[in-house]
Nanobody, 115 residues
Framework: QVQLVESGGGLVQPGGSLRLSCAASGMMFSIYTMGWYRQAPGKQRELVVSISSGGGTNCADSVKGRFTISRDNAKNTVYLQMNSLKPEDTAVYYC?????????WGKGTLVTVST
């Protein structure tokens, strides 16, 4: 019943920007901690940035100052604004929703940063 659908991925040049969206359905969106994770080839999935129901955020050191997470509870949507993109940001980006024992994942969207 719960569904998370990412969108906005694609090919972008180094230094460029992208905004990812994650549309949630089938859940009480506002109570969940929402997060963006990414997985590059040969690497483990890692937390990029998350935002709690109260608006507090956590982010990886590698993206601090470049990526911003936000949420629109009225639209049941969480966003990831990515600026100053680097080739090492290339990965599949996954949307995550967590509340207590409930943990849900989207299927991911590919972001490729390359010339």
């Amino acid at each position: 019943q719960v569904q998370l659908v990412e969108s906005g991925g694609g090919l972008v040049q180094p230094g460029g920007s992208l905004r990812l969206s994650c549309a949630a359905s089938g859940m009480m969106f506002s109570i969940y901690t929402m997060g963006w994770y990414r997985q590059a080839p040969g690497k483990q999935r890692e937390l990029v940035v998350s935002i709690s129901s109260g608006g507090g955020t956590n982010c990886a050191d590698s993206v601090k100052g470049r990526f911003t997470i936000s949420r629109d509870n009225a639209k049941n949507t969480v966003y990831l604004q990515m600026n100053s993109l680097k080739p090492e940001d290339t990965a599949v980006y996954y949307c995550n929703a967590k509340y207590l024992s409930m943990n849900y994942w989207g299927k991911g969207t590919l972001v490729t940063v390359s010339t």
